[in-house]
């Protein structure tokens, strides 16, 4: 079974800075995805970013990026040039390669990210 | 909006009684999850479809929860015997089979009194 630990309940950041969510993961698997979704007030889930495991390429999506660390099973998510609009949960979340499986989810518990004015 | 619907989007009901929820997928998409999500935790996993087929159900899928997708478009979600512990988000989400990117709706907040 997989575990995803996100370790900061709750971060806040000034507007047009740099902030970096942190998420540790446990799995026995050695091919896998993982992910950071966005969850705003409004409560539907957006996928901010993907990662493959096979990929050492750390992925980026305009302002967001991670830092994939996949020895020390680390997968963390910067935001920079944060905006207003970023305010919202931010979930970490794990998915194994299963060829044909089911491909769900596993998330962390989530950061609740505040950006100040 | 072609986009994951939910629907209620809220459901307050007494202890006991049955609920059902309904999600529309984004209509291409093959898979159809259902998620459960409790105050200040991440979503978890309940079970999903490969169109009509419902292929894993999740520990957390007591005997009391069934859920269909009869025709591999719309899928229900029904509680039965309803109790306090299953006040929660009811998320449901699609994705193209093997595609790693999953749309979610915007949830069916279930209390129950």
């Known amino acids: 079974a997989q575990t995803v630990t996100q370790s900061q309940p709750e971060m806040s950041v000034q507007e047009a800075e740099t902030v970096t969510l942190s998420c540790t993961y446990d799995?026995?698997?050695?091919?896998?995805?993982l992910f950071w979704y966005k969850q705003p007030p409004s409560r539907q889930m957006i996928l901010v970013i993907r990662?493959?495991?096979?990929?050492?390429q750390n992925a980026t999506e305009n302002r967001f990026s991670v830092n994939f660390q996949k020895a020390a099973k680390s997968f963390s998510l910067k935001i920079s040039d944060s905006q207003l609009g970023d305010t919202a949960m931010y979930f970490c979340a794990f998915m194994p390669y299963s060829g044909a499986g089911s491909y769900q989810l596993t998330f962390g518990k989530g950061t609740k990210l505040s950006v100040i004015p | 909006d072609t986009g994951v619907s939910q629907n209620p989007r809220h459901k307050i009901t007494k202890r006991g009684q049955n609920v059902t929820f309904r999600c529309d997928p984004i209509?291409?998409?093959?898979?159809l999850y259902w998620y459960r999500q409790t105050l200040g935790q991440g979503p978890e996993f309940l079970t999903y479809?490969?169109?009509?087929?419902?292929?894993?159900k999740s520990r957390l899928l007591s005997d009391r929860f069934s859920a269909e997708r009869p025709k591999g478009s719309f899928s229900t979600l029904e509680i039965q015997r309803t109790e306090q512990g299953d006040s929660a988000m009811y998320l449901c989400?699609?994705?193209?089979?093997?595609?790693?990117?999953?749309?979610f709706g915007q949830g069916t907040r279930l209390t129950v009194v």
């Open positions: 799995t026995s698997e050695n091919n896998y995805y």
């Open positions: 479809f490969q169109n009509e087929a419902q292929l894993e």
């Open positions: 209509s291409e998409h093959n898979r």
């Open positions: 990662q493959e495991a096979y990929k050492q």
């Open positions: 989400a699609s994705s193209f089979t093997g595609g790693t990117e999953a749309f």
